[in-house]
């Protein structure tokens, strides 16, 4: 993989297959490494969630968190999908920093998914919110910069905007454990509205983040592949929205998996399940209906 241009924090990197992206020098890992942050984003995201059917099913518009926001090549992706739909879309982005951000818009010449938004994602990581027109749609873009994990435990939480959709594309669990807990996607679930269906997909196909999801309320999936992951994961609070659910044969790789047992704390470890968790998760209705 070559490399060019480091700073103190980031530097751009050039795939294997001719793709520039971000490389996080703390946190040792490179955004979107193998196919590049718009192939990943439209399979991961855009496709599998359906978006342009559902912003054409809701001219009142979705409500879209976008958990990671880093050099913004989730969101961007699904602006550049859905520009011309006429319709609203409301993004809520959630980072504890604007420094890929800030960088990544200086390499718009490398990263050119940028190119055209530029003096919107400089105004979003100035002030934290942007208003704008993208063709045929109207797009309000707010950045809350925080620590998502204690940010959802707050009463303030509760007055965000409930999504129809999160992308969450926090770092790996190994190098940042505290995005990846079970009371985190537990009180992620409090949070939405139970009369509007919501969908999450993420990267990890690991049990153990399965089983968090499972604990926390979700109905949970296999999800799309990517290019780089033959199989992702897909959670939601209404099996509808889930294509392939995770079956009784899942469940019982689950309870042999050396790796099945949820970060409680927001430290990392691989464990078996323990039985009051494996009693837990057999419970799920999810399973009860298979």
């Not at 099913?57 to 961007?76: Q, S």
């Not at 409301?90 to 818009?105: G, I, K, N, R, Y």
């Not at 998502?148 to 007055?159: V, W």
């Not at 409930?162 to 190098?175: E, G, Q, V």
């Amino acid at each position: 993989m070559g490399q060019e241009l480091p700073t103190a924090d980031y530097k751009i990197v050039r795939l294997a297959n001719g793709v520039h992206s971000l490389h996080s020098v703390a946190h040792r890992e490179t955004f979107h490494p193998v196919i590049g942050p718009v192939a990943e984003a439209r399979a991961l995201y855009v496709d599998q969630l359906r978006l342009r059917e559902r912003l054409s099913a809701h001219p009142d518009g979705v409500v879209i968190w976008d958990v990671g926001l880093g050099a913004a090549a989730n969101p961007l992706a699904v602006l550049r999908a859905t520009g011309q739909i006429k319709g609203r879309i409301q993004l809520v982005s959630f980072d504890h920093t604007t420094e890929p951000l800030q960088f990544a818009v200086t390499r718009s010449d490398c990263l050119d998914y940028l190119l055209g938004y530029e003096s919107y994602l400089k105004q979003l990581a100035a002030v934290r919110h942007v208003r704008f027109l993208d063709h045929c749609l109207s797009v309000d873009w707010q950045l809350c910069l925080a620590d998502f994990p204690t940010l959802l435990m707050q009463p303030k939480a509760a007055q965000i905007p409930k999504p129809h959709a999160i992308m969450f594309d926090a770092y790996s669990p190994a190098r940042n454990p505290a995005m990846w807990t079970q009371p985190l996607f537990a009180n992620l679930f409090r949070l939405l509205d139970p009369k509007r269906p919501c969908a999450l997909p993420t990267y990890s196909r690991s049990t153990m983040l399965r089983v968090s999801l499972l604990l926390a309320g979700f109905y949970v999936g296999s999800g799309h592949a990517t290019g780089e992951k033959e199989e992702t994961t897909i959670a939601a609070n209404t099996l509808d929205l889930i294509n392939e659910p995770l079956d009784r044969r899942w469940l019982q790789r689950a309870r042999k998996s050396t790796s099945a047992e949820p970060l409680w704390e927001p430290v990392y470890r691989q464990a078996p399940l323990r039985p009051e968790t494996w009693e837990k998760l057999r419970a799920h209705s999810q399973f009860s209906a298979s």
